[in-house]
Nanobody, 126 residues
Framework: QVHLVESGGGLVQAGGSLRLSCAAS????????LGWFRQAPGQEREFVAA????????YYHDSVKGRFTISIDSAKNTVYLQMNSLKPEDTAVYYC???????????????????WGQGTQVTVSS
């Protein structure tokens, strides 16, 4: 089992940057694929980015490609989401999640993930 805690959210102007962190306790990151999702008010939770257990496969939603980067610091058991060129439509609660799937799997659906953090709010003003 793994416990996930996100941090790094906040208020930023359009065009700005934020880096979200998700620290894990329990089993190490090598046991899980890791993903970031977001949920805006009144909308369903949607996929943002994910990295496979092996670290070889990374996938981004089209809306964040070229602006967001997912990365892992295994020594710190932390996954990051670097968000640049932020837009007002990026405003949401951001969640990290862990999936005890196969080594190469990169899940894009919420049901593929076994563990979730509590979320961190990101607000982008225009």
């Amino acid at each position: 089992q793994v416990h996930l805690v996100e941090s790094g959210g906040g208020l930023v102007q359009a065009g700005g940057s934020l880096r979200l962190s998700c620290a894990a306790s329990g089993r190490t990151f090598s046991s899980y694929a890791l993903g970031w999702f977001r949920q805006a008010p009144g909308q369903e939770r949607e996929f943002v980015a994910a990295i496979s257990r092996s670290g070889d496969n990374i996938y981004y939603h089209d809306s964040v490609k070229g602006r967001f980067t997912i990365s892992i610091d295994s020594a710190k058991n932390t996954v990051y989401l670097q968000m640049n060129s932020l837009k007002p439509e990026d405003t949401a609660v951001y969640y990290c999640a862990a999936d005890a799937g196969s080594m190469a799997a990169v899940g894009v659906f919420t049901y593929e993930y076994d563990y979730w953090g509590q979320g961190t709010q990101v607000t982008v003003s225009s």
